[in-house]
T-cell receptor, first 115, second 112 residues
Framework: NAGVTQTPKFRILKIGQSMTLQCAQD?????MYWYRQDPGMGLKLIYY???????DKGEVPNGYNVSRSTTEDFPLRLELAAPSQTSVYFC??????????????FGQGTRLTVV | DAKTTQPNSMESNEEEPVHLPCNHS???????IHWYRQLPSQGPEYVIH???SNVNNRMASLAIAEDRKSSTLILHRATLRDAAVYYC?????????????FGKGTKLSVKP
């Protein structure tokens, strides 16, 4: 199994450009998450989804959008990139209706620099 | 949401046991205690979780205090590969709705 796959691994954006970070999982997990991690800090939750067609905001959603049209994919969209969005982005997934008693699987991250 | 408190950093010698503490004095009865670790330049990986009883798996052991206000992650024999940031996270049905909310964690250094 591939697990959680994120693309691209690295990207440099200019201020004001847009891009989509891709995330796919092949474990049939219903829960998916997007986090960002700034240098020396813990992960901050951006958005999450409990199933296809259902998304909700996390701790730091401003400047981002998500969609969940299939169980497998959970893309993260940056519309107008700003230097404050320079970070490492992690996608994760987990299975369970409650989400409390199961482990989450993380991708390897996308390192984004906005200049 | 219930918060956790961990030391910023700890050091260990290779092949010795490591005890990583976590305080969570405001834990609720339905909160699970999860531990994740993050190796350098990688995404977090699951280590172990528990509710009330002590738990063991191939990676580590989790010792939970009787009042559940603290827990300890135990690595029985540290290796150089165990050098990572370890996160203690409470996962419950409160404001976080079961999501994993990360703090700063404990950075574990392992000396050969």
């Amino acid at each position: 199994n591939a697990g959680v796959t994120q693309t691209p691994k690295f990207r440099i954006l200019k201020i004001g450009q847009s891009m989509t970070l891709q995330c796919a999982q092949d474990m049939n997990h219903n829960y998916m998450y997007w986090y960002r991690q700034d240098p020396g800090m813990g992960l901050k939750l951006i958005y999450y989804s409990v199933g296809a067609g259902i998304t909700d905001k996390g701790e730091v959603p401003n400047g981002y959008n998500v969609s969940r049209s299939t169980t497998e994919d959970f893309p993260l969209r940056l519309e107008l990139a700003a230097p404050s969005q320079t970070s490492v982005y992690f996608c994760a997934s987990s299975y369970s209706y409650s989400g409390l008693n199961t482990e989450a699987f993380f991708g390897q991250g996308t390192r984004l620099t906005v200049v | 949401d219930a918060k956790t408190t961990q030391p910023n950093s700890m050091e260990s010698n290779e092949e010795e046991p490591v005890h990583l503490p976590c305080n969570h004095s405001t834990i609720s009865g339905t909160d699970y205690i999860h531990w994740y670790r993050q190796l350098p330049s990688q995404g977090p990986e699951y280590v172990i979780h528990g509710l009330t009883s002590n738990v063991n798996n191939r990676m580590a052991s989790l010792a939970i205090a009787e009042d559940r206000k603290s827990s300890t992650l135990i690595l029985h024999r540290a290796t150089l590969r165990d050098a990572a940031v370890y996160y203690c996270i409470l996962r419950g049905q409160g404001g976080s709705q079961g999501n994993l909310i990360f703090g700063k964690g404990t950075k574990l250094s392992v000396k050969p």
